[in-house]
């Protein structure tokens, strides 16, 4: 399903070396002894995910479909970037059928806010408000003026706007959504933020935008049971792991997630975070960055091919693109552009995408990985997520830290809160 070529990763060490500490930490994961282990629910969570949620969540986002303009999804992190990356990758950015999804709770931006603020009125509107703990302070700030807004547009029945997932059973949230009357969905105890995008915190904006979530189960199901695949020869996740090891131990401090379309680069920002925050800890870590390319190529391609070596890149491929458009034919020709005539637009970004590896390997000597995708449907996107979650806790089990865990985010936080005044 998914194929990892690192043919041009520039390796100076053969990735069968590394065959038996994979085999070690990938029993440590799977048996849930591991560093973090607490948090290791997402595992086999596409094996026995909760299946009366899951029907409860189809249902509702049936029942919203059909009586909805506007779906307003209020998180941060994993909160919003798992749903709205596959919305993007399945959807497109102009997605023509079903409620308009935005996202809010992720900035404090009086701009943003009040903006779409502007843009939800003459609308109907439903509200899911996304946090374990209800405490997260830019969700917060969002949910109140929006539990407002909505409040006041539906002074008899906003409850039934107003969706929450949070804890199951604990929590400012949890409190405020069974005070108030709001259907409530759970955010797994032992799922943490970035690896949830299965739980019903990415499913129900996906379902309310019309994607088949069964299908995106399944995909991830499949990764599941086929990335257990002991040798490394036979599971592209560990090639992944491996190839990332390696190139860290050859002096790449940064890796850069590549995208050749535009609706997929919000699957790099989820991917930041998804590495971001499991590895860098300890002082050990890739940075992650990502760039979209060929747009980017004429910001960043300069120093890709010629300036410090610090980084590698890999290089998400999309086999077949989520829609295609054959290149036209103008008889004048004046601006000498036939050439190109009767291409599929697909096709030659795919040759700007080999010839640009091509250079940065060859001539710019950056090594690149490759993972190829067959297609941006939902069973794809469910497979590559599972295939990325997989990837990155043997990476980080390979480097001896915790995945699972983020202490660094709380020094940030704490001094926020004295800033802001928070007791």
């Excluded at 043919?7 to 990938?26: F, H, I, M, R, T």
């Excluded at 008899?156 to 005070?179: M, Q, V, W, Y």
């Excluded at 599972?386 to 709380?410: H, M, T």
Aim: with cysteine; net charge negative; charged share 25%.
């Amino acid at each position: 399903m998914i194929k990892v070529d690192y043919s041009q990763a520039l390796l100076n060490e053969d990735v069968s070396v590394y065959q038996d500490s994979v085999s070690k930490v990938a029993k440590e994961l799977m048996e849930h002894t591991g560093k973090g282990s607490d948090y290791t629910g997402w595992v086999d969570w596409p094996d026995n995910y909760d299946h009366e949620e899951f029907q409860r969540v189809i249902k509702i986002a049936q029942r919203i479909r059909k009586d909805c303009e506007i779906f307003l999804v209020c998180g941060i992190g994993g909160s919003y970037l798992g749903a709205r990356s596959a919305l993007e990758f399945m959807k497109g950015l102009y997605p023509e059928l079903g409620p308009e999804i935005i996202f809010a709770g992720n900035t404090f931006s009086p701009v943003y806010l009040s903006q779409l603020l502007n843009h939800l009125e003459g609308k109907k509107v439903y509200l899911n408000v996304i946090s374990k703990s209800g405490t997260t302070t830019e969700t917060s700030v969002s949910f109140r003026i929006f539990q407002q807004y909505i409040e006041k547009k539906y002074p008899s029945d906003a409850n039934k706007h107003i969706i929450a997932t949070t804890d199951k059973a604990k929590g400012t949230l949890k409190e405020l959504a069974t005070k108030k009357g709001y259907e409530t969905f759970v955010i797994p105890d032992n799922i943490g933020g970035r690896y949830s995008v299965f739980t019903s915190v990415g499913l129900l904006p996906l379902a309310v935008a019309g994607i088949d979530i069964e299908q995106l189960m399944k995909g991830s199901c499949d990764a599941y049971k086929e990335l257990q695949a002991d040798k490394i020869e036979n599971n592209p996740a560990y090639q992944y792991a491996v190839c990332r090891r390696i190139l860290a131990k050859q002096g790449k401090v940064a890796e850069m997630l590549v995208t050749y379309e535009p609706n997929q680069t919000m699957i790099a920002e989820w991917w930041k975070q998804l590495f971001g925050e499991s590895e860098g800890k300890e002082g050990k870590g890739i940075l992650p960055v990502s760039a979209t390319f060929t747009t980017d190529l004429h910001s960043l391609g300069q120093f890709i091919q010629e300036g410090t070596k610090l980084l590698f890149e890999t290089v998400l491929k999309v086999d077949k693109p989520l829609v295609d458009y054959s290149f036209p034919k103008d008889e004048e020709n004046l601006d000498k552009m036939n050439y190109l005539a009767g291409k599929s637009l697909d096709w030659v970004n795919k040759m700007a995408m080999e010839g640009t590896i091509d250079a940065h390997v060859n001539t710019g000597k950056v090594p690149n990985v490759v993972i190829e995708v067959p297609d941006a449907s939902a069973y794809s996107y469910g497979y590559l997520i599972y295939f990325f979650f997989k990837a990155c806790a043997i990476s980080c089990y390979l480097l001896d830290i915790n995945p699972f865990n983020q202490p660094g985010v709380e020094v940030y936080k704490k001094k926020m809160f004295k800033l802001l005044g928070k007791e």
